[in-house]
């Protein structure tokens, strides 16, 4: 079993939909979670971290669930520019040991 | 502040040849990592610096791979020699001492290797 989980889509979405992404993890000592976006040919970047109250950032909304070990991206009114790859991220022990998962494919159309 | 840098953006080289990338993480970032991300895949971890000190380096293909980081800055990653499975990007990034912490690695633009 992969450490981290994802997945991969495509998910298709019109502009302006909510569109949700799921995440599981096998280790439960995990310490810290992220969602980091790539673009096509584009290195990794930070979308947003992910806090146990859950938190939200515009039209991003992410939560965990440490006793189903999973972690969940929401965006809300989907924008064309919101196409990429959406990587999960799991820091798997003390200190920084970050897994990725192999990501989730999401494009929106017009 | 420049962000992680990496050279070259681009290699070919034929099987069986040496190859060497280049990383510079963000000034003032102890750890540093490499990463290899295959086509549909997310990147995987070869090897991971707190400073100097490679502090994990189980995914790291050690009959050909090697790495250095060199008074706890600069960072290299050589294959010798290459084969044709090695083809991917490979991908540096760089954080604050994180141990404990919530830090964010940044990363660098990626050398794309094709092994022909």
């Known amino acids: 079993r992969k450490e981290v989980e994802q997945d991969p889509g495509p998910f298709n979405v019109p502009e302006g939909a909510t569109v949700a992404f799921n995440c599981t993890y096998s280790n439960s000592a995990s310490q810290s979670f992220f969602w980091y976006r790539q673009d096509c040919r584009k290195e990794p970047k930070l979308l947003m971290s992910?806090?146990?109250s859950g938190n939200e950032d515009g039209r991003f909304t992410a939560q965990l669930n440490r006793a189903s070990q999973y972690i969940s991206l929401l965006i809300r009114d989907s924008k064309l520019s919101d196409s990429a790859t959406y990587l999960c991220v799991v820091n798997t022990q003390y200190g920084n040991k970050l897994v990725f998962g192999a990501g989730t494919i999401l494009r929106v159309k017009s | 502040e420049a962000g992680v840098v990496q050279s070259p953006r681009y290699k070919i080289i034929e099987k069986k040849q040496p190859v060497a990338f280049w990383c510079n993480p963000i000034?003032?970032?102890?750890?540093l990592y490499w990463y290899r991300q295959n086509l549909g895949q997310g990147p995987e971890l070869l090897i991971r610096?707190?400073?100097?000190?490679?502090?994990?380096d189980s995914q790291l293909p050690k009959d050909r791979f090697s790495a250095e980081r060199l008074k706890g800055v600069d960072s290299t990653l050589k294959i010798q020699p290459a084969e044709l499975g090695d083809s991917a990007v490979y991908l540096c990034?760089?954080?604050?001492?994180?141990?404990?912490?919530?830090?964010?690695?940044?990363f660098g633009q990626g050398t794309r290797l094709t092994v022909v």
């Open positions: 000034s003032g970032h102890n750890t």
């Open positions: 990034a760089s954080s604050l001492d994180g141990r404990g912490g919530n830090t964010e690695a940044f």
């Open positions: 992910v806090y146990s």
């Open positions: 610096y707190e400073n100097e000190e490679a502090v994990d």
